[in-house]
Nanobody, 115 residues
Framework: QVQLVESGGGLVQPGGSLRLSCAAS????????MGWYRQAPGKERELVAV???????NYADSVKGRFSISRDNAKNTVYLQMNDLKPEDTAVYYC?????????WGQGTQVTVSS
């Protein structure tokens, strides 16, 4: 049974930082591309950042220079370090594991950026 469990969300003031974690089980973690997506109220889910099994990273233009994705294959965990957070970063953040025709999602963690 595949499980992706996100943690680390919360309420933060503009300009603050958060680090999200996603712990995976039930998959051969180091063979999967891992990504973070987000969905704000009334908007479609969008890609935030992805890291391939070979550690290549890609980011949405809106978060480049502020967010950083990384993975620890020994811990089956992917991280999203979010700095200089803005109110428009408010959303539910979802972890995704993707390999060929297989794709799995976590339950999401809320990030709210507000003063």
């Amino acid at each position: 049974q595949v499980q992706l469990v996100e943690s680390g969300g919360g309420l933060v003031q503009p300009g603050g930082s958060l680090r999200l974690s996603c712990a995976a089980s039930g998959i051969t973690f180091n063979t999967y591309a891992m990504g973070w997506y987000r969905q704000a109220p009334g908007k479609e889910r969008e890609l935030v950042a992805v890291i391939t099994s070979g550690d290549t990273t890609n980011y949405a233009d809106s978060v480049k220079g502020r967010f950083s994705i990384s993975r620890d294959n020994a811990k089956n965990t992917v991280y999203l370090q979010m700095n200089d957070l803005k109110p428009e970063d408010t959303a539910v953040y979802y972890c995704n594991a993707n390999r060929r025709t297989w794709a799995y999602w976590g339950q999401g963690t809320q990030v709210t950026v507000s003063s």
